[in-house]
């Protein structure tokens, strides 16, 4: 019978160990997930600095640095599909090499205009869809009372945009624009080649037989996917969007110098990725649920705090690295929970989306932040809508998420059931 379960649905059966190939392809996507988002978020720190070379206002600025997020969400849907049906052994060499062309024009000849900018920002989104390709090649490398840990531990890979903040700025003052951008072609030109050799798939990896299109009508049917996207869209999103707008936040709200404000930035995603993995421990041990109410809740006080515009130290400081670790463990619980309840052939696809919701998440919030700065010089409206909407997604966690997770456990047959509760509980 377990061996009849994993042939049908792809799982390890309960209480399998977990083999040290496993944990190799589980670091060797983690750096490439890092890499990716490395490239993805080079344009964020040079913000402020392209604002003024170029003359560029608030909104300008805003849409900058969004661009290339916007673009690496909404290419996640397609690259999760792609990856349930090539596996991430050919997709991770691809995404690298195709994000190296977009880092490179950027460095050699897309930084002098706006428009030239945008051009580039708009193909280094593929770099963000790097995300897709890892989630389903970890699930399925680990059993499902390991895939909280696991998918978390591959998520601290959006750590990448701490390396392109203390960096970026660093390498262009030290030599010229065009040095973190050749750097980073190489990082990435280094990984496809490594991926390409090393990389595998989990035997007995399910491969879907649909065309794309089916597949995701299909996954756009689940439940799951449409409740993991609302609540990564916040997550994630709100990962994201401080990720790429808190140097022009702390540089135009508190007056801080460029590299002072990147610091910070830098600081606030090590906290975030540093939690993610802890984010799908806990949830591996209490359940992503409680995980995800406690998460959102902390968000909600650090927002409404922070609209109050107060001191940087030491109450500013506190609510944002408050919001930092619980937007971090918020993103690992999403994805526990997408573990826990997709279908193991669709879990590249309804990673895409919610993977998309996320990064979409990050989208709007640095355009709105800009626009209501431009209009009443100050970002209380912003970061009240950001509490009012966590709020909105903590009352959707406690009602709706909760009643899916516990139907589809008296889905699940006995073993299973048994399982998830003992991973819930910590027994």
Do not use: C
Request: glycine share 12%; charged share 10%; hydrophobic share 50%.
């Amino acid at each position: 019978m377990v061996q009849q379960s994993k042939s049908q649905n792809g799982r390890s059966p309960s209480g399998a160990p977990v083999s040290g190939q496993a944990w190799r392809m589980l670091a060797l996507a983690t750096v490439g997930f890092a890499v990716n988002f490395w490239a993805w978020a080079l344009l964020s720190p040079l913000g402020p600095r392209f604002k003024d070379n170029l003359d560029l206002s608030s909104l300008e600025q805003s849409l900058l640095v969004a661009v290339p997020v916007v673009v690496g969400s909404l290419g996640r849907i397609p690259v999760g599909a792609l990856t349930d049906r090539f596996g991430g052994r050919v997709m991770f060499p691809i995404v690298s090499a195709a994000t190296i062309v977009p880092v490179l024009y950027l460095g050699l000849a897309g930084h002098s205009s706006l428009a030239a900018l945008l051009v580039g920002g708009f193909f280094l989104g593929i770099g963000g869809t790097a995300f897709a390709v890892g989630v389903p090649l970890v699930n399925a490398w680990f059993p499902p009372e390991r895939r909280g840990l696991a998918i978390g531990v591959f998520g601290a890979g959006m750590g990448g945009t701490a390396l392109s903040a203390l960096t970026t700025v660093k390498l262009v003052d030290a030599n010229s624009m065009s040095t973190p951008f050749l750097i980073t072609a190489g990082v990435l030109a280094v990984y496809a080649v490594t991926a390409a050799l090393l990389l595998r798939d989990a035997p007995g990896r399910t491969v879907p037989t649909e065309p794309l299109a089916r597949r995701l009508a299909a996954t756009a049917r689940l439940p799951i996917t449409w409740q993991a996207s609302a609540l990564y869209a916040v997550a994630f999103g709100g990962y994201v969007a401080f990720s790429v707008y808190l140097p022009t936040y702390l540089k135009t709200g508190y007056g801080l110098t460029q590299a002072d404000a990147a610091n910070r930035m830098a600081g606030f995603v090590l906290l975030a990725v540093a939690m993610r993995p802890v984010g799908g421990w806990l949830s591996d041990r209490v359940g992503p649920v409680r995980v995800l109410a406690a998460a959102l809740a902390v968000v909600v006080t650090g927002a409404i705090v922070q609209s109050f515009t107060p001191a940087l130290a030491p109450v500013g400081t506190i609510a944002f690295l408050a919001m930092a670790a619980a937007l971090g463990a918020g993103s690992g619980a999403t994805f526990a929970l997408v573990a826990l309840l997709a279908p193991a052939d669709k879990v590249g696809s309804v990673t895409g989306v919610v993977g998309a919701a996320g990064g979409l998440g990050g989208f709007l919030p640095p355009l709105v932040m800009g626009s209501l700065y431009g209009r009443y010089g100050t970002y209380a409206a912003g970061l009240a809508l950001l509490a009012i909407v966590a709020a909105a997604a903590l009352a959707h966690t406690l009602t709706g998420v909760r009643a899916a997770t516990e139907g589809g456990e008296r889905k699940q047959p006995s073993g299973r059931r048994s399982e998830h509760r003992t991973a819930r509980t910590g027994a």
